[in-house]
């Protein structure tokens, strides 16, 4: 992928203690399967977005709380649905912050997977994909 007009990132500290980025993307997928069948063509607009924010605790502890989003889109002869996910981290500085002690969790919520479909006069095609991808690290 290049990276076009539609991407955009941005950062700001909503407070002192406080800090915010996100992301936002948006693409043009075409596919042209109409030397085949012209069932097998399709343009689809899809957009993802990234947000995360950090919190630097009084404690010295700092967690951080992540979320991505990409949006549906229609392939050739279907659609693939959204997918979520959702981690969340923390971190605690040691020895006057020369080293550190963190946990990450991921896909707090098990949300991340999508379900395809597909269909034409000859098939019916339904997938469902959960990445399992829950872990603490």
């Keep these: 992928y290049l990276r076009g007009p539609g991407s955009r ?4 500290r909503v407070d002192r203690w406080l800090r915010a980025r996100g992301s936002f993307n948006l693409y043009q997928r075409d596919t042209d399967g109409s030397n085949v069948d012209n ?9 993802s977005t990234r947000l995360s924010a950090t919190a630097s605790l009084p404690s010295g502890v700092k967690l951080q709380l992540s979320q991505f989003y990409r949006s549906p889109m229609n392939v050739p002869g279907g659609r693939i649905d959204a997918f979520t996910k959702t981690d969340l981290a923390v971190q605690r500085d040691l020895l006057d912050g ?3 002690l963190s946990l990450r969790a991921s896909d707090i919520f098990n949300t991340m997977g999508f379900e395809l479909w597909r269909e034409s006069a000859q098939y019916y095609q339904f997938s469902s994909r959960d990445f399992n991808a829950q872990a603490l690290d």
């Design 9 to 12: 990132r941005r950062a700001c």
């Design 39 to 47: 069932e097998l063509s399709s343009s689809a607009l899809g957009y």
């Design 98 to 100: 020369r080293a550190s």
